[in-house]
């Protein structure tokens, strides 16, 4: 296959991209993502300051483009994301306890209802471990430690047919504490039924040449807790290409890795651009690391 799309759907995965609504004006932009992903994250329009700026009142536009844009083009969307200690509207920021608690269902069920039936995945709950393994002290953290199996529990009643996934970033090296603390939280899931589908590995490297310790090990790991496991923000500095290929294989060697997304199109779109991490350089062109990926598929 020619496409970065193509050739993950031969072996029935998905390759994806984050795709910001303030470029969809930019042709090069939307020709490269149409012509190479078959699955698109909203880079920030779906976190909770961009869907619900007041309590209350939710905003979906800017959401809503980047779905429509995907749809009509036949390109899966994944959802991201519903409960974050990051990226909450101001008035969220400032309530704790019971208050906070019932926002988050509130926020959950009223973003869930808007987009029901319509996305592959939501990431319901993200970053919420410290790198030792234990839980990230944020407002959530402060209602209680059940909040993420509520936020999963609210997640699945409000629209049964997405998968439903936890995700971070440095949770890709199975000897890392934080790996471990999120692997027990899921096996625990697992074990009372708390509903949960899939987990994904944020995947932002820094490069050199190899992969972080036993990464593949890190995902049949997962996946044998009885979820799948997706690579979901891949950059890597400067496109290490063995470190793309690698990852790309490690995915490839997993039956339940079912898909990579990319966190940008090009350098020039990157939350990093500075560490030019991703396959298309500013001018659109395809570097190194896209054809070792594309070869890793
Ligand atoms: C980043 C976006 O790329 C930036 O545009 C924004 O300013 C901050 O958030 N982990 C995540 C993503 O889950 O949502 C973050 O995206 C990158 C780190």
């Known amino acids: 296959a020619s496409t970065l799309g193509a050739a993950a759907a031969q072996s029935g995965r ?12 930019d042709s090069t932009y939307t020709s490269i993502s ?30 809503d483009q980047i779905y429509n844009w995907a749809n009509q083009r036949g390109i899966k969307v ?22 906070l608690r019932q926002a988050m269902i509130d926020h959950i069920n009223g973003v869930m209802a808007h987009y029901k ?7 319901v709950v993200n970053e919420a471990f410290n790198e030792d393994g234990s839980r990230r002290s944020s407002n959530l953290q402060g209602t209680g430690n059940d909040w993420i199996e509520v936020a999963f529990r609210t997640a699945r009643a409000a629209d049964p047919s997405t998968k439903l996934c936890y995700n971070d970033y440095n949770i890709e090296n199975w ?28 995947t932002h490297f820094t490069g050199g040449s190899s992969l972080p310790g036993n990464f593949q090990t890190t995902l049949s790991s997962f996946a044998a ?18 470190q793309y290929a690698g990852l790309t294989q490690a995915c490839m060697n997993v039956a339940r890795c079912i898909g990579i997304t990319v966190w940008g199109v090009r350098d020039s779109d990157s939350w990093r651009s500075s560490e030019s991490p991703l396959l298309f350089n500013s001018g659109g062109g395809a570097k190194s690391a896209y054809t070792s990926v594309l070869n890793a598929l």
């Open 225 to 242: 807790l009885g979820v799948d496991v997706a690579l979901t923000e891949v950059d890597v500095t400067n496109a290490s290409t063995s």
């Open 175 to 202: 000897s890392y504490g934080k790996t471990q603390g999120v692997y027990r939280m899921i096996q625990d899931f697992k074990s009372r039924g708390v509903p949960i589908d899939c987990v994904g590995l944020q």
């Open 117 to 123: 039936g319509k996305l592959a995945a939501w990431d």
């Open 78 to 99: 994944r959802g991201h994301t519903l409960a974050w200690h990051s990226q909450q509207p101001g008035w969220m920021q400032s309530l704790n306890g019971s208050n």
């Open 14 to 25: 998905y390759f994806g991209t984050a795709i910001a609504a303030s470029r969809l004006g």
């Open 34 to 63: 149409a012509r190479e992903f078959n699955m698109v994250t909203a880079e920030n329009e779906m976190k909770p300051d961009a869907t619900q700026p007041n309590r209350g009142q939710f905003s979906f536009s800017a959401g």
